[in-house]
């Protein structure tokens, strides 16, 4: 019942933004880390940025000082403030988060269905 459903992604010209947001919703108990990961064609899936309950915050190389993550917990949600953005950025980028269903019995991972983010040159 628990689902992540991302929003936000789009085609945005070299140097423009785009704000990703990612809301979980159904029968939580409790929402632990959340991140972002991105998969270009013909590359493998990678961090882009976590965020932990506490809003402490880690990012690739590759973004630092372009994306901001953020959480609201009142709302179970993620966001990715990403500026400055460039062709390489072009990826599928999904959202994730550690949770505890309401009724379950352990932590697990979940993962929403990605959105498109194209950036043209």
């Known amino acids: 019942q628990v689902q992540l459903v991302e929003s936000g992604g789009g085609l945005v010209q070299a140097g423009g933004s785009l704000r990703l947001s990612c809301a979980a919703s159904?029968?939580?108990?409790?929402?632990?880390?959340m991140g972002w990961y991105r998969q270009a064609p013909g590359k493998q899936r990678e961090l882009v940025a976590r965020?932990?309950?506490?809003?402490?915050?880690n990012y690739a190389d590759s973004v630092k000082g372009r994306f901001t993550i953020s959480r609201d917990n009142a709302k179970n949600t993620v966001y990715l403030q990403m500026n400055s953005l460039k062709p390489e950025d072009t990826a599928v980028y999904y959202c994730?988060?550690?949770?505890?269903?309401?009724?379950?019995?352990?932590?697990?991972?979940?993962w929403g269905q990605g959105t498109q983010v194209t950036v043209s040159s």
């Open positions: 994730s988060a550690n949770l505890f269903p309401r009724g379950g019995t352990a932590w697990d991972d979940y």
């Open positions: 159904g029968s939580i108990f409790s929402i632990g880390p």
């Open positions: 965020i932990t309950s506490g809003g402490s915050t």
